[in-house]
């Protein structure tokens, strides 16, 4: 009886991790659902940025501008009411659309839990309200409101 003694000479069966690592790899399965530290990984494309320490560190550089981008945008002055006309809605809307994909695509590099990627996001964002938003670089007179976040646009 083939395959039913005791003693087999087939190879052992791989290891479910194994499994996992060459469905990755092959048809972008599984993906962490933690956070990690490392440079390898995959954020946005496959293979980007990939095992190069360089393109890990671009990446970063690339979701920190985006996450200051978004955040300036968000306080840019053609966001602010102004005078009602088809043209300036048109581009509200157009750098509305911007900023919002922005902020996507900004969260879908959050998703790939890679913790340095969070950890550049988080420091756009903030250096970006801190430029933009607080009232670190402005000088705020006695007849100012205090309450409302102003632009630098």
């Not at 157009?94 to 969260?107: E, F, H, K, N, Q």
């Amino acid at each position: 009886m083939n395959g039913m003694s005791g003693s087999s000479s087939s190879a052992p069966a791989p290891s479910p991790s194994a499994f996992f690592q060459h469905h990755r790899r092959h048809r972008g399965g599984m993906m962490h659902m933690t956070f990690f530290w490392g440079k390898n990984t995959e954020v946005l494309f496959d293979g980007w940025p990939g095992t190069n320490l360089t393109m890990y560190w671009a990446c970063l550089a690339t979701i920190f501008v985006f996450s200051a981008l978004s955040e300036w945008i968000s306080r840019c002055g053609v966001m602010k009411a102004g005078p009602a006309s088809f043209g300036s809605g048109i581009v509200q809307t157009v750098v509305y659309t911007v900023r919002a994909g922005l902020s996507y695509l900004i969260m879908l590099a959050v998703m790939s839990f890679n913790g340095g990627v969070f950890l550049a996001a988080m420091a756009g964002f903030g250096l970006g309200f801190m430029i933009f938003g607080s009232r670190a670089f402005r000088e705020t007179g006695s007849n100012h409101n205090h309450t409302e976040v102003q632009s630098h646009c």
